[in-house]
């Protein structure tokens, strides 16, 4: 069964320094997505960022990057230059390929301090 | 602009009585899905639906039922079955038929915050 872990319930970081978010995923089909989602207070989901499993680089979306570590099932976001605004909610999500359906983590609360 | 209304965007709902929460999307997407979050957790899928006129179960679909009569309108009814509804409902919308369709993500809409009275 898929399934995702987020060990961080919190993070706090200073603005303009990076912080990673860890992720962890468990599954046993070869072919998966996994996608980074932001949620701020006001609540909608901002989609970030996607790495395929067959991907051989890691994905990066501007300040955003996914530390993809395929043996280690991990896919870790780094935010680079944390400004005010990234303070939110983080999810972490897996698609198995054939599937529709998103498998959510708990979520990782971003605090960035001027 | 495209993207995905929900309302309303706060819902109150008495003992016994059924609601219903809106989703169009003007994406023109094919797939469509319902998530409930409670405070301090991810989300949990309802009920998805890949074309008109078919859905699916999700992981939590006990006290809830869908329609999709329409490929923009996806309503959700949480029914009086439902003894703890009081919850962030999120629909989302993807286009899996696009070119890799593993990778597409899906697009949320500003959700629907319901409580009880």
């Known amino acids: 069964a898929q399934k995702i872990t987020q060990t961080q319930p919190g993070m706090f970081v200073q603005e303009k320094e990076a912080v990673t978010l860890d992720c962890t995923y468990d599954?046993?089909?070869?072919?998966?997505?996994l996608f980074w989602y932001k949620q701020p207070s006001s609540g909608e989901m901002i989609f970030l960022i996607y790495q395929g499993s067959y991907d051989q680089q890691n994905a990066t979306e501007g300040r955003y990057s996914l530390n993809f570590q395929k043996a280690r099932k991990s896919a870790n976001l780094v935010i680079s230059a944390s400004q005010l605004g990234d303070s939110a909610m983080y999810f972490c999500?897996?698609?198995?390929?054939?599937?529709?359906?998103?498998?959510f983590g708990t979520g990782t609360r971003l605090l960035v301090s001027p | 602009d495209g993207g995905i209304t929900q309302s309303p965007k706060y819902l109150f709902r008495k003992e016994g009585q059924n609601v219903t929460l809106s989703c169009e999307q003007n994406?023109?997407?094919?797939?469509m899905y319902w998530y409930r979050q409670d405070p301090g957790q991810g989300l949990r899928l309802i009920y998805y639906?890949?074309?008109?006129?078919?859905?699916q179960k999700g992981d939590i679909a006990e006290g809830y039922s869908v329609s999709r009569e329409k490929k923009e309108s996806f309503p959700l009814t949480v029914t009086s079955a439902q003894k703890n509804p009081t919850a962030f409902y999120l629909c989302a919308s993807s286009n899996p038929r696009r070119q890799g369709s593993s990778n597409q993500p899906q697009h949320f809409g500003d959700g629907t915050r319901l409580s009880i009275l």
């Open positions: 599954t046993s089909d070869p072919s998966y997505g």
């Open positions: 994406l023109n997407h094919d797939a």
């Open positions: 639906s890949q074309i008109v006129n078919d859905f």
């Open positions: 999500a897996m698609r198995e390929a054939g599937f529709q359906k998103l498998v």
